[in-house]
């Protein structure tokens, strides 16, 4: 009951803000407050890897009125990933467009096949940002996978979709196998071992290419910093 009721006043407190044309209107006063926007986002990036995807929007809407004035772009592109896993695609359109051009690979593969404009542009944003972001964080594209294969079935595109759907699931459990290692490692753990069973997760898939990139990059991870803190770290605000 807490659940339902925290939804219902969530999206009232939004429904001002949101209409069917654009992604959310910022906020009059922005609250700047960069632990809020932190907390918010992170909530909602916990919540889409569960796949509860209605308590991510409201995760990532709590934190686009957190965020400073013209920080919100991020926030703009996950609420699109979010409203095209909930079906809403007019809302994913307009978010994913809302948050800005994006960078182009070099090497881009094209978004094809897609008749509608919008949609064709949202698929092309999510593959360009899949592209940029495997060499760094394969793991970490799950959620541009799994926006895109819903997209993609939306239009019609079934088989496509269960191409890339595949390639979500496979990535998605390699995040919760990294995020896993590193909470399990306590005080010792490493960014090497999380690595690592990302790497199993995506060898055990038959995917040697994501585990190929974090195999080169285990040497070269730094080690995190030591969960013991002095006294006086905790007086400084910013560490709060």
């Known amino acids: 009951m807490k659940a339902v009721l925290f939804t219902g006043t969530l999206w009232l407190l939004f429904a001002s803000l949101t209409s069917a044309q654009t992604c959310a209107t910022p906020p009059s006063h922005w609250q700047g407050n960069d632990k809020r926007y932190a907390k918010e986002r992170n ?6 890897r569960e796949g509860k995807y209605d308590k991510a929007l409201g995760g990532y809407l709590q934190a686009l009125a957190s965020e400073d004035a013209g920080g919100f772009f991020e926030v703009y592109f996950k609420l699109g ?6 079906g809403n695609f007019d809302k994913a359109y307009a978010c994913l467009a809302e948050s800005g051009p994006g960078k182009i690979p070099i090497d881009r593969v094209m978004a094809v096949g897609i008749r509608d404009e919008k949609a064709r542009k949202a698929a092309q944003l ?18 541009e996978y799994l926006a895109l294969a819903a997209i993609l079935r939306h239009v019609g595109l079934a088989s496509q979709a269960q ?21 399990e490692g306590g005080k010792h753990a490493s960014l090497a071992a999380a690595d690592r069973a990302a790497i199993g997760v995506y060898e055990r898939s038959n995917r040697p290419e994501p ?8 040497a070269s991870e730094p080690p995190l910093m030591s969960r013991r803190r002095p006294w006086w770290f905790r007086l400084d605000p910013a560490n709060w």
């Open 81 to 86: 990933e979010t409203y095209a896993m909930v």
């Open 211 to 218: 585990a190929g990139i974090l195999r080169e990059q285990l």
């Open 163 to 183: 191409s890339y759907e595949e390639e979500g699931r496979i990535s998605r459990e390699a995040a919760n196998a990294w995020d896993t290692a590193l909470a």
């Open 43 to 48: 909530a909602g990036d916990r919540a889409f």
């Open 126 to 143: 999510l593959l360009d940002t899949i592209q940029l972001n495997t060499p760094r964080y394969p793991y970490g594209t799950f959620p």
